[in-house]
């Protein structure tokens, strides 16, 4: 072979390796529309199905993982992109890392793709059990995204079906076993592929099977949703300032806000007066130290018992804290956000820092939230008990099954950080799994809105879109009972996918 035969052969393969990373790439973030807000699910399932097929032909096993890193890219990319927002609310000081926290986001994401492509090169070089053991790690990665570095669980392949009847069978297997539905149904059409005939008949048996288990999931959800849903009588006022982030804790503003919260809480109802009245997270600009006076104007202006966001300082820590103030303007109840934002409420290892002299990182010096003690139960003044869930504590499916006793989920939320395109959509989504997953009714209050009134069946009755002032009076729906995913979590998935795992290796390289 010419020297020049060679140089030509190297371009063509340099430049047709480029373009299969474009195309992995873009198979990723096709995986994407299928979350909240686009909701195209059947482009999920067809773009994985085609990166199935392209990682069981994979000539090696690096190949395999690069290409499921650089899918996972495209599709974080894509579906955290409003990574970016909270950085543009000052965009001059912070706007430059931008960028940056989208790259480190889709990369790190991507790692959770390739980890699944490298352990099927490893496992096997039969090219259907590669897909098979592919699937099954991508369901674990899932999982494990939830728990790993205090875990993010968002936008896992599951939550493509949120909003769709098929969502109902998380009561019996989670969000979880919803990924495991999601990879189950791209697979099959490679996994039970013919060996010969055109390209499209040879996936042509596979895409039955698929399409009859999509079909058998969405009858038993459409079942689900005849549900009898029995109401408790209670009526739950959630109120929504559209308090912007950017203007949050200007002077001026907060004082416009703080007169919202309490108009809107006065309102006239419309039926029958609120027992209960929610504001959102971080409602007001004060410290729950400050507001000995201020307590029962809040009561006042709700006649009501108010359930509300405030942060509170004690020992020179500071706490993200939902508080319940009496129908007489007492402070009843108070508990502390437990499960924290790395890095945008805390820094991780910042009190150990501040032993070896670091201290503008640690908790215990004012800088950052401590984290409360855990999951709990609250009672308010004649409700059933409630699990309180603010903001991010409400994206992790675990919590729920951490208490006893509670009998409906409130979440209140901070949501004006993720922007207006993708973010509180997704994080609305998630909240109507946690409803599904337990079977208890969730109320959710946020400040710029999605402000959501959600049933056992993880359906919205009512709700304030965002961008929006107002409040919505809503009647407290009783849970449906104990479910079976209450009672089992995430274990049969879990079981089921190492178990695919286990006979994919049985045909490892000889």
């Given at each position: 072979m010419s020297a020049d035969t060679a140089s030509a052969t190297g371009k063509a393969l340099r430049r047709r390796s480029w373009m299969g990373a474009v195309l992995n790439f873009l198979l990723g973030a096709a995986c994407a529309l299928g979350q909240a807000p686009w909701g195209l699910w059947p482009v999920t399932i067809i773009a994985l199905s085609i990166l199935f097929w392209r990682i069981?032909?994979?000539?090696?096993?690096?190949?395999?993982?690069?290409?499921?890193?650089?899918?996972?890219?495209?599709?974080f990319a894509l579906a955290l992109s409003w990574i970016v927002e909270p950085f543009l609310v000052q965009p001059e000081i912070y706007g430059w890392m931008a960028p940056f926290a989208l790259i480190l986001m889709a990369a790190g994401g991507g790692v959770f793709w390739a980890v699944p492509g490298w352990l099927a090169g490893r496992l096997t070089n039969d090219r259907l059990a590669r897909v098979a053991a592919f699937a099954a790690a991508l369901v674990l990665s899932d999982w494990l995204r939830g728990w790993i570095f205090t875990g993010f669980p968002w936008t896992i392949l599951g939550h493509i079906w949120i909003g769709t009847p098929a969502a109902q069978a998380a009561s019996f297997i989670g969000g979880i076993g919803l990924s495991a539905l999601t990879v189950a149904a791209a697979a099959l059409p490679v996994l039970f592929q013919r060996s010969h005939g055109p390209d499209w008949h040879r996936f042509l048996p596979g895409s039955i099977i698929s399409l009859l288990l999509i079909a058998v999931v969405w009858a038993g959800?459409?079942?689900?949703?005849?549900?009898?849903?029995?109401?408790?009588?209670?009526?739950?006022?959630?109120?929504?300032?559209?308090?912007?982030?950017?203007?949050?804790?200007?002077?001026?503003?907060?004082?416009?806000?703080?007169?919202?919260?309490?108009?809107?809480?006065?309102?006239?109802?419309?039926g029958p007066p609120p027992d209960a009245v929610i504001w959102p997270e971080t409602a007001v600009g004060f410290l729950l130290n400050q507001a000995d006076d201020i307590l029962p104007v809040i009561s006042e202006a709700a006649g009501a018992p108010v359930l509300m966001g405030i942060q509170r300082a004690e020992d020179e820590r500071y706490y993200n804290a939902l508080i319940e103030i009496t129908r007489e303007g007492t402070l009843a109840e108070t508990y502390d956000?437990?499960?924290?934002?790395?890095?945008?409420?805390?820094?991780?290892?910042?009190?150990?820092?501040?032993?070896?002299?670091?201290?503008?990182?640690?908790?215990?010096?004012?800088y950052g939230y401590t984290p409360g003690p855990g999951p709990a139960v609250m009672t308010p003044e004649g409700l059933p008990p409630l699990q309180p869930l603010i903001c991010y504590e409400a994206i992790f499916p675990q919590h729920l099954r951490s208490v006893n006793g509670a009998k409906w989920l409130l979440q209140v939320t901070n949501d004006a950080w993720f922007g207006t395109i993708s973010g509180p959509y997704q994080h609305l989504a998630q909240a109507r799994l946690r409803a599904i997953e337990s079977g208890m009714p969730l109320m959710r209050a946020a400040n710029t809105g999605i402000t959501a009134a959600i049933d056992p069946l993880g359906r919205i009755t009512s709700s304030l879109p965002l961008g929006a002032m107002g409040h919505i009076d809503a009647g407290l729906a009783a849970p449906l009972g104990t479910t079976f995913w209450t009672r089992t979590g995430p274990l049969p998935v879990l079981l089921i996918s190492f178990a695919v795992l286990f006979v994919a290796a049985l045909r490892r390289r000889r």
């Amino acid at each position: 072979m010419s020297a020049d035969t060679a140089s030509a052969t190297g371009k063509a393969l340099r430049r047709r390796s480029w373009m299969g990373a474009v195309l992995n790439f873009l198979l990723g973030a096709a995986c994407a529309l299928g979350q909240a807000p686009w909701g195209l699910w059947p482009v999920t399932i067809i773009a994985l199905s085609i990166l199935f097929w392209r990682i069981g032909t994979a000539a090696t096993t690096r190949a395999a993982c690069l290409k499921g890193g650089v899918a996972g890219a495209g599709y974080f990319a894509l579906a955290l992109s409003w990574i970016v927002e909270p950085f543009l609310v000052q965009p001059e000081i912070y706007g430059w890392m931008a960028p940056f926290a989208l790259i480190l986001m889709a990369a790190g994401g991507g790692v959770f793709w390739a980890v699944p492509g490298w352990l099927a090169g490893r496992l096997t070089n039969d090219r259907l059990a590669r897909v098979a053991a592919f699937a099954a790690a991508l369901v674990l990665s899932d999982w494990l995204r939830g728990w790993i570095f205090t875990g993010f669980p968002w936008t896992i392949l599951g939550h493509i079906w949120i909003g769709t009847p098929a969502a109902q069978a998380a009561s019996f297997i989670g969000g979880i076993g919803l990924s495991a539905l999601t990879v189950a149904a791209a697979a099959l059409p490679v996994l039970f592929q013919r060996s010969h005939g055109p390209d499209w008949h040879r996936f042509l048996p596979g895409s039955i099977i698929s399409l009859l288990l999509i079909a058998v999931v969405w009858a038993g959800g459409l079942l689900r949703l005849d549900t009898k849903i029995t109401m408790t009588g209670k009526t739950i006022r959630l109120v929504q300032p559209n308090a912007e982030q950017a203007l949050k804790w200007d002077p001026d503003w907060a004082q416009i806000f703080w007169e919202r919260l309490l108009t809107e809480s006065a309102a006239p109802p419309e039926g029958p007066p609120p027992d209960a009245v929610i504001w959102p997270e971080t409602a007001v600009g004060f410290l729950l130290n400050q507001a000995d006076d201020i307590l029962p104007v809040i009561s006042e202006a709700a006649g009501a018992p108010v359930l509300m966001g405030i942060q509170r300082a004690e020992d020179e820590r500071y706490y993200n804290a939902l508080i319940e103030i009496t129908r007489e303007g007492t402070l009843a109840e108070t508990y502390d956000k437990f499960h924290l934002v790395p890095f945008g409420e805390y820094i991780p290892w910042g009190d150990f820092l501040s032993r070896l002299g670091i201290g503008a990182f640690a908790a215990q010096q004012g800088y950052g939230y401590t984290p409360g003690p855990g999951p709990a139960v609250m009672t308010p003044e004649g409700l059933p008990p409630l699990q309180p869930l603010i903001c991010y504590e409400a994206i992790f499916p675990q919590h729920l099954r951490s208490v006893n006793g509670a009998k409906w989920l409130l979440q209140v939320t901070n949501d004006a950080w993720f922007g207006t395109i993708s973010g509180p959509y997704q994080h609305l989504a998630q909240a109507r799994l946690r409803a599904i997953e337990s079977g208890m009714p969730l109320m959710r209050a946020a400040n710029t809105g999605i402000t959501a009134a959600i049933d056992p069946l993880g359906r919205i009755t009512s709700s304030l879109p965002l961008g929006a002032m107002g409040h919505i009076d809503a009647g407290l729906a009783a849970p449906l009972g104990t479910t079976f995913w209450t009672r089992t979590g995430p274990l049969p998935v879990l079981l089921i996918s190492f178990a695919v795992l286990f006979v994919a290796a049985l045909r490892r390289r000889r």
